[in-house]
């Protein structure tokens, strides 16, 4: 849109109109490979520290993941409450309300990247000392995330600039920042960890530099971008009625992520309890973990940014069978995908880690947990399309409840009861069990659920 309102450039996508499969499919597909890419960061980091450093700095590595989304995951909840009315404000041709919400993500974006910095370098020991991280693992975590978290403002301007520009339907252009600055990952963990010696430092600075790159191509694009939605410097500024209503669907989101993702901290001390080996072939089964469940995640995304258009265009109806062919579409890819990779299960851990004992744990962990995906698609699919809908605060509710408040009494009453891993193992998929039952019932009382259409 130009300043009128009217479209220049289309790299936009209005979900109004047209196939409702393919609009789907064409948005979720570049946001999938966008997450694959996301996930290469690690990954690699798993591997480059698994092969050329040690078992050590492995699991250093792969334990860190949950202090680090304590932070990010929460900031993303708030991207997650600015894509929604950003979507609903382009559904709806509102120009100026895009605009204002537009410069108020970024303004905000600004403020929470100092917050972030100061809390996560703050954090960082008493964190360690709450997984009862080993003490052999202990420095080379500490380092790794200290480095992390003073260059924690390039992942969430990334994570705030896409979800401008996936609100309005323009998923490829962050795919491509995202590809080009996966590949720089890998290049610099090689030249860091092989050439200059610098072990987990050098996988952590390698990792802040290209996030810092991604950043900084998004807020360029975004800056060139002619249409409404694009950001002009002087203009930014916190608007309150904007900020209210990103605050209104993106603070129940943001509360959900960072008390989930603290209770992941807790979850890793059980497994650390087992050992580095355990730590490691649990860090590894996660990196795989992740990649399975891409397609649901960016379908799921997808279909919050569908809802909130058509939710914004009055049309519930479609909105509704979005919902229903968003949920058909990830349970298919899901099984897909979870078949694979039980039946290669051991060739996939073994490629990252030369060790026996830290693949059978992998293994273990991924056989266990990976049948219970399909269930995960209701929760993720139905959350995505309530938030859609501006009803953030009960999904997450549910969600806490599910994966933290039920999660912890799950895992003290099956260590009480001393019932050894597999009873850890399992504390995931029970919380998602709970968590999509209840999601469930949720949707199908809803307005969406219920076939009402969306208040004039």
């Not at 890998?186 to 991604?214: C, K, P």
């Not at 080996?277 to 379908?299: E, H, R, T, W």
């Not at 009494?409 to 193992?425: C, E, K, R």
Request: some cysteine; proline content about 3%.
């Amino acid at each position: 849109m130009d300043e009128a309102g009217e479209a220049v450039v289309k790299t936009d996508s209005d979900m109004t109109v047209g196939s409702i499969w393919r609009h789907l499919l064409t948005f979720s597909v570049p946001m999938a490979l966008g997450l694959l890419f996301q996930q290469l960061y690690n990954m690699v980091d798993t591997l480059v520290v698994g092969q050329f450093v040690g078992e050590t700095a492995q699991a250093a590595v792969g334990s860190t993941g949950s202090i680090i989304n304590t932070i990010v995951g929460s900031c993303a909840g708030l991207a997650t409450g600015a894509s929604v009315i950003i979507s609903q404000r382009y559904g709806a041709h509102d120009a100026n309300g895009l605009s204002r919400a537009v410069h108020t993500t970024i303004a905000l974006t600004f403020v929470i990247s100092a917050v972030s910095t100061a809390i996560g370098l703050t954090i960082i020991e008493p964190m360690l000392r709450f997984m009862q991280t080993p003490d052999n693992v202990w420095d080379e975590a500490r380092a790794y995330l200290s480095i992390y978290f003073s260059g924690v403002s390039g992942v969430l301007f990334y994570n705030m600039g896409s979800g401008i520009l996936r609100a309005v339907g323009d998923s490829r252009r962050p795919l491509m920042f995202l590809i080009m600055s996966a590949l720089l990952n890998t290049v610099l963990d090689l030249l860091f960890v092989l050439v200059f010696h610098m072990g987990v430092r050098g996988v952590a600075y390698a990792t802040i530099i290209a996030q810092l790159v991604s950043a900084s191509l998004i807020l360029i694009t975004l800056s060139r971008e002619r249409g409404t939605y694009g950001i002009r410097w002087r203009n930014l500024q916190i608007d309150r009625p904007s900020l209210t209503s990103i605050l209104k669907v993106g603070l129940p989101s943001c509360i959900q992520s960072a008390v989930t993702s603290f209770s992941n901290v807790y979850v890793q001390s059980y497994i650390n309890a087992f050992g580095s080996a355990c730590m490691a072939g649990y860090g590894i089964y996660n990196k795989l973990d992740a990649f399975v469940l891409i397609p649901v995640q960016s379908i799921g995304m997808s279909s919050t940014t569908f809802v909130g258009q058509n939710w914004g265009a009055k049309d519930g109806k479609r909105a509704r069978q979005g919902v229903r062919t968003a949920l058909g579409m990830s349970l298919f890819s899901t099984a897909v995908l979870g078949t694979a990779m039980l039946i290669l299960a051991r060739q996939l851990l073994g490629f990252f880690s030369p060790k026996e004992e830290v693949v059978a744990y992998g293994v273990r962990f991924l056989r266990i947990v990976t049948p219970f995906y399909l269930v995960l698609c209701f929760n993720q699919i139905l959350s995505g399309a309530l938030r859609g809908t501006g009803d953030a605060t009960v999904p997450t509710l549910i969600m806490l409840g599910s994966f933290v408040v039920f999660r912890q009494i799950y895992l003290y009453v099956t260590h009480a009861l001393n019932l050894g891993f597999i009873s850890v193992a399992l504390a995931y998929p029970m919380g998602w069990v709970l968590c999509s039952t209840l999601l469930i019932i949720r949707f199908l009382k809803s307005p969406l659920g219920r076939g009402a259409d969306p208040a004039a």
